[in-house]
Nanobody, 117 residues
Framework: QVQLVESGGGLVQPGGSLRLSCVAS????????MTWYRQAPGKERELVAA????????NYGDSLKGRFSISRDNAKNTVYLQMNHLKSEDTAVYYC??????????WGQGTQVSISS
């Protein structure tokens, strides 16, 4: 049974930082491209950041590179999202996604990130 479990969300003030983690189990983690998405109330889900299976390639949603950084540790079956200089518009539920070359696709349950003073 495949599970993706996100953690690290919470309430922080504007300008603060958070580090999200997503631990995967039940799959061959090193074969999966990992992606963070987010969905704010009333908005569509959007791509935040993605990382290739070996960690050599990353890409980011518009305007997020420079503030957000994605990384992974294949030995720990974990992908991370470091978020700095957070803004109110970053408030959303953040989801972890795993996808491989056979189009197997899995989602975590999400973790809430709220930015407010």
């Amino acid at each position: 049974q495949v599970q993706l479990v996100e953690s690290g969300g919470g309430l922080v003030q504007p300008g603060g930082s958070l580090r999200l983690s997503c631990v995967a189990s039940g799959l061959r983690f090193s074969s999966y491209r990992m992606t963070w998405y987010r969905q704010a109330p009333g908005k569509e889900r959007e791509l935040v950041a993605a990382i290739s299976s070996d960690g050599s390639t990353t890409n980011y949603g518009d305007s997020l590179k420079g503030r957000f950084s994605i990384s992974r540790d294949n030995a720990k079956n974990t992908v991370y999202l470091q978020m700095n200089h957070l803004k109110s518009e970053d408030t959303a539920v953040y989801y972890c996604n795993a996808c491989n070359t056979f189009s197997l696709n899995y989602w975590g349950q999400g973790t809430q990130v709220s930015i407010s003073s």
